[in-house]
């Protein structure tokens, strides 16, 4: 079929008249309409399912559906149900931006809580900035981001960093750190962090070393360790990398009670993974552990357990940041005037919860959440031993390896102060 | 100095082991064998399952794992590679699919998991091996605290190469399979039953990635993509020693194993990997046929 000038204006017009029929359905004013159909509130739910990250995705995935299922079992949010639309991120960030896109513009969904690795976040970041959409993001990451469009529930680098390493040199008396990463921004920026920390508490330390993210020779590297004069070594490993970390040192005879692993990654389930005789005595900065002696955490461990009919399953910090983001969320949705990503956006700023780790609360300003930071000794047993805790939690600070402080905040409501960062 | 030597030794012994059985599909036989890696992972996760279905340790999971491999391997030259042969890109494509199936298989712990059944040591999740006790730590010679556990690797290393010599080159059937290497037809016409000989070879080859999955088992983490890098590194080997070549695979693992130990130690591991890529490549360029290759008539 050619297309004569005639046929292309005819259709052009039918077009035309076509959008103008559409467009005032999407204009909608009564919002409400759209997000919250048929009694239904429908919520984006975005984890890898499949691939290598599926392993722990699928805990976060399997937290977020718990706290779907419990809140919907106590009558739901504003007496409506929550309806999840789960969609398999697949470990691919591309694949992470097209599910983004599908729930937000099809499904029309007015938040989504996904993502583990800051790839993944980083991906799907443009489609909820350029619709004006809501992401809820649990995981512990580098800080350096400051968007309207995502709540972080995980902790910042001051939440991981700022009670660790003045602990490291005040208490355990090492001072010669050895930094060991993956070859990604998160080690990276957790580096530049721990050397200014470092610094500042009269420590020093004599190496910065990477390895590629998924390797798991780590032959030369331990013996680099062996050989540095290091009294302590500051872990930013991620991954499967973990596991062959641990029994690497082990094996070539370092132990933990001479020569420390501090680590900022290894979680119960990196624990679980390698056996837990080779991270026994090593340590670890998060704010949440599932061996926290609270009757909350407790059941919040065995309601896990018996949502993914497993007795023996593991929960981690990004597991429960998982689980209570979605309450949050719901209070929010509750204090709002009407159910838009814009509205929950402003009426989250400032809810409070009680969740297994104990009191949170998103910062108005950054949209993070204040968390208490705890470090925990590996027993045999797997399980971590909690020998050190703020009292309260602490701000979250995403720029605090730039000169961010509690009262110089670069990132507020009104977006990032540009101006600051360069200083 | 001679632990960093002893690291390059084991990276080499490691390079080796995947290699190993490499060398004999693909120098033997002439086909990719993209499944390899997934051979080393299945070896691996009888090591899993049979600590904790059996009880048993390590040791008992090497005769263990060879059977179950090889029984593998010869199931699939049976059924596809027996049909391509001397079709090298078919191999390459069917043997990556065939690879899949067997990562997904277990990651889907064989179908079960669709009926809500979860067998305990499959599925995508990571597994671990415990490894005896005298196994881990170090012992010290001259000084140097030497890693029991990859000393223990190096020795198994040695045994299997000098088992494959003498079946390759000291017993009747290593000599058939010679024969093919050079000309298959015409060891077909001096009546070597040529597809049962490459059934076996292609079983020994499987066998072989089974033992070395067992080694990695032990101080790697155990999950269903975990073979996929290897078959890379082994294909390096392979190619830089020379097709066909037991002795150029056995010299090429050890002399990118010390590479890669002396430059990680003098710099980092990051260079090192490329470093040994770029000698690959130049190694390649130079001499096509690699180290030690074979005069062909």
Redesign the interface.
Same mark, same amino acid.
């Given at each position: 079929m050619s297309i004569s000038r005639r046929t292309l204006l005819r259709n052009t017009a039918a077009l035309g008249a076509f959008a103008g029929a559409g467009l005032p359905h999407i204009w909608n004013k009564n919002a409400d309409l759209t997000y919250a159909a048929g009694g239904d509130i429908k919520v984006g739910v975005l984890f890898s399912l499949t691939g290598g990250l599926s392993i722990i995705e699928k805990s976060l995935h399997d937290a977020t559906m718990m706290a779907i299922s419990e809140i919907n079992a106590a009558g739901g949010v504003k007496g409506m149900k929550i309806s999840a639309i789960a969609e398999d991120g697949a470990s691919d960030p591309k694949t992470y931006n097209e599910k983004a896109s599908k729930l937000v513009i099809q499904d029309k969904v007015p938040t989504v809580f996904g993502s583990y690795t800051s790839a993944s976040r980083k991906a799907v970041l443009p489609v909820f900035e350029k619709r004006n959409n809501l992401y809820f993001y649990p995981t512990y990451y580098e800080g350096f981001e400051c968007s309207k469009n995502v709540v972080y529930t995980g902790a910042v680098p001051n939440q991981q960093l700022s009670n660790f390493i003045p602990w490291i040199i005040k208490t355990l008396g090492k001072k010669k750190f050895f930094i060991v990463g993956s070859n990604y921004i998160y080690p990276r920026e957790m580096a530049k962090v721990s050397k200014i920390l470092i610094e500042k508490n009269g420590g020093e330390w004599i190496a910065d070393e990477y390895l590629e993210l998924g390797h798991s020779e780590w032959g030369s590297m331990v013996n680099k360790i062996k050989g540095s004069g290091c009294d302590v070594v500051l872990s930013n490993v991620v991954g499967d990398s973990v596991v062959a970390f641990y029994r690497e040192y082990k094996n070539q005879g370092l132990t933990h009670d001479k020569l420390p692993i501090c680590a900022t990654v290894t979680s119960e389930i990196e624990i679980a993974a390698m056996g837990a005789e080779y991270a026994v005595g090593s340590y670890t900065s998060f704010p949440y552990f599932q061996a926290i002696d609270t009757d909350r955490n407790k059941a919040f461990v065995e309601r896990y357990r018996a949502f993914v009919k497993d007795p023996k399953a593991v929960t981690h910090h990004a597991l429960e940041s998982s689980y209570f983001q979605v309450f949050l969320w719901k209070q929010a949705v509750e204090k709002a005037a009407e159910i838009t990503p814009a509205a929950i956006r402003d009426a989250v700023k400032g809810q409070e919860f009680d969740a297994p780790n104990g009191h949170v609360k998103i910062d108005p300003d950054n949209l993070h959440t204040y968390l208490t930071p705890r470090i925990a000794q590996w027993l045999p047993d797997g399980q971590g031993k909690i020998i050190d805790a703020y009292k309260e939690p602490t701000i979250p600070l995403p720029y605090v390896a730039y000169g961010e402080t509690p009262t110089n905040l670069f990132c507020t409501g009104k977006g990032l102060d540009t101006v600051k960062l360069k200083t | 100095m001679l632990?960093?030597l002893f690291?390059g030794l @084991?990276?080499g012994s490691?390079l080796l082991l995947v290699a190993l059985g490499l060398a004999i599909t693909y120098g033997a036989m002439g086909v990719i064998n993209m499944a390899h890696g997934e051979m080393v992972m299945v070896g691996a996760y009888v090591t899993v399952l049979s600590g904790i279905w059996l009880g048993t340790n390590i040791f008992v999971a090497i005769p263990l794992a060879f059977i179950v491999t090889a029984l593998l391997g010869l199931l699939i030259e049976r059924v596809v590679v027996r049909k391509l042969y001397g079709r090298l890109l078919d191999t390459l494509l069917a043997t990556w699919g065939i690879a899949i199936l067997i990562q997904q298989a277990v990651r889907l712990e064989f179908g079960l998991s669709f009926l809500g059944i979860?067998v305990q040591g499959l599925g995508? !999740?990571? =597994? %671990?091996v @415990?490894v005896p006790s005298f196994l =881990? !730590?170090?012992f010290s010679i001259l000084g140097a605290?030497i890693?029991?556990?990859?000393t223990f690797i190096i020795l198994v290393t040695a045994i299997l190469a000098l088992m494959t010599w003498f079946i390759i080159y000291r017993t009747a059937i290593g000599m058939q399979v010679r024969a093919i290497i050079r000309n298959p037809k015409m060891a077909a016409a001096c009546g070597i039953d040529v597809s049962r000989v490459n059934a076996l070879t292609f079983a020994f080859g499987s066998g072989l990635a089974g033992v070395a999955g067992v080694m990695m088992s032990g101080?790697?983490?155990v999950?269903p993509?975990m073979g996929t @890098?290897m078959v890379v590194d082994g294909f390096l080997v392979v190619v830089m020693g020379g097709v066909g070549s037991l002795l150029g695979s056995v010299l090429s693992a050890g002399i990118l194993g010390e590479i %890669?130990?002396l430059v *990680? *130690?003098a710099t %980092?591991?990051?260079l *090192?990997?490329a470093v040994v890529f770029g000698v690959v490549i130049a190694i390649i360029v130079l001499r096509p046929k690699g180290l030690f290759a074979l005069k062909g008539r």
């Amino acid at each position: 079929m050619s297309i004569s000038r005639r046929t292309l204006l005819r259709n052009t017009a039918a077009l035309g008249a076509f959008a103008g029929a559409g467009l005032p359905h999407i204009w909608n004013k009564n919002a409400d309409l759209t997000y919250a159909a048929g009694g239904d509130i429908k919520v984006g739910v975005l984890f890898s399912l499949t691939g290598g990250l599926s392993i722990i995705e699928k805990s976060l995935h399997d937290a977020t559906m718990m706290a779907i299922s419990e809140i919907n079992a106590a009558g739901g949010v504003k007496g409506m149900k929550i309806s999840a639309i789960a969609e398999d991120g697949a470990s691919d960030p591309k694949t992470y931006n097209e599910k983004a896109s599908k729930l937000v513009i099809q499904d029309k969904v007015p938040t989504v809580f996904g993502s583990y690795t800051s790839a993944s976040r980083k991906a799907v970041l443009p489609v909820f900035e350029k619709r004006n959409n809501l992401y809820f993001y649990p995981t512990y990451y580098e800080g350096f981001e400051c968007s309207k469009n995502v709540v972080y529930t995980g902790a910042v680098p001051n939440q991981q960093l700022s009670n660790f390493i003045p602990w490291i040199i005040k208490t355990l008396g090492k001072k010669k750190f050895f930094i060991v990463g993956s070859n990604y921004i998160y080690p990276r920026e957790m580096a530049k962090v721990s050397k200014i920390l470092i610094e500042k508490n009269g420590g020093e330390w004599i190496a910065d070393e990477y390895l590629e993210l998924g390797h798991s020779e780590w032959g030369s590297m331990v013996n680099k360790i062996k050989g540095s004069g290091c009294d302590v070594v500051l872990s930013n490993v991620v991954g499967d990398s973990v596991v062959a970390f641990y029994r690497e040192y082990k094996n070539q005879g370092l132990t933990h009670d001479k020569l420390p692993i501090c680590a900022t990654v290894t979680s119960e389930i990196e624990i679980a993974a390698m056996g837990a005789e080779y991270a026994v005595g090593s340590y670890t900065s998060f704010p949440y552990f599932q061996a926290i002696d609270t009757d909350r955490n407790k059941a919040f461990v065995e309601r896990y357990r018996a949502f993914v009919k497993d007795p023996k399953a593991v929960t981690h910090h990004a597991l429960e940041s998982s689980y209570f983001q979605v309450f949050l969320w719901k209070q929010a949705v509750e204090k709002a005037a009407e159910i838009t990503p814009a509205a929950i956006r402003d009426a989250v700023k400032g809810q409070e919860f009680d969740a297994p780790n104990g009191h949170v609360k998103i910062d108005p300003d950054n949209l993070h959440t204040y968390l208490t930071p705890r470090i925990a000794q590996w027993l045999p047993d797997g399980q971590g031993k909690i020998i050190d805790a703020y009292k309260e939690p602490t701000i979250p600070l995403p720029y605090v390896a730039y000169g961010e402080t509690p009262t110089n905040l670069f990132c507020t409501g009104k977006g990032l102060d540009t101006v600051k960062l360069k200083t | 100095m001679l632990e960093v030597l002893f690291i390059g030794l @084991s990276l080499g012994s490691i390079l080796l082991l995947v290699a190993l059985g490499l060398a004999i599909t693909y120098g033997a036989m002439g086909v990719i064998n993209m499944a390899h890696g997934e051979m080393v992972m299945v070896g691996a996760y009888v090591t899993v399952l049979s600590g904790i279905w059996l009880g048993t340790n390590i040791f008992v999971a090497i005769p263990l794992a060879f059977i179950v491999t090889a029984l593998l391997g010869l199931l699939i030259e049976r059924v596809v590679v027996r049909k391509l042969y001397g079709r090298l890109l078919d191999t390459l494509l069917a043997t990556w699919g065939i690879a899949i199936l067997i990562q997904q298989a277990v990651r889907l712990e064989f179908g079960l998991s669709f009926l809500g059944i979860h067998v305990q040591g499959l599925g995508p !999740g990571l =597994q %671990n091996v @415990s490894v005896p006790s005298f196994l =881990q !730590g170090t012992f010290s010679i001259l000084g140097a605290d030497i890693n029991r556990y990859r000393t223990f690797i190096i020795l198994v290393t040695a045994i299997l190469a000098l088992m494959t010599w003498f079946i390759i080159y000291r017993t009747a059937i290593g000599m058939q399979v010679r024969a093919i290497i050079r000309n298959p037809k015409m060891a077909a016409a001096c009546g070597i039953d040529v597809s049962r000989v490459n059934a076996l070879t292609f079983a020994f080859g499987s066998g072989l990635a089974g033992v070395a999955g067992v080694m990695m088992s032990g101080f790697k983490t155990v999950f269903p993509d975990m073979g996929t @890098s290897m078959v890379v590194d082994g294909f390096l080997v392979v190619v830089m020693g020379g097709v066909g070549s037991l002795l150029g695979s056995v010299l090429s693992a050890g002399i990118l194993g010390e590479i %890669n130990g002396l430059v *990680a *130690a003098a710099t %980092n591991d990051i260079l *090192a990997r490329a470093v040994v890529f770029g000698v690959v490549i130049a190694i390649i360029v130079l001499r096509p046929k690699g180290l030690f290759a074979l005069k062909g008539r």
